[in-house]
């Protein structure tokens, strides 16, 4: 996933989403997940990744955070695809 303004981007491997510059590839952050998600997007800023996972939960995770800053159960299914809008 990348930020809107294209200034960040999500790398993910199995649980761990890396954050880092677009621009250099430099480190920002990680976020460690509950599951490998099945579908990641970030919001207009690029701090806020939303995950979505097999069990139809979709989370809002921000670097430094200790687990979800909320959390959903969107779905019965797994989330296939997130959308982030800026209103």
Known sequence: AMSRDGTRIAVIDGRVARIVSAATGAGLGTITLPDAPT???MD???KLLFAGFLDGTVGAYRLGAAG???E???HDERVSGLVVRDD
């Open 39 to 41: 579908a990641v997007a």
């Open 68 to 70: 979800p800053v909320a």
């Open 72 to 74: 959903v159960r969107a």
């Open 44 to 46: 207009v800023s690029g």
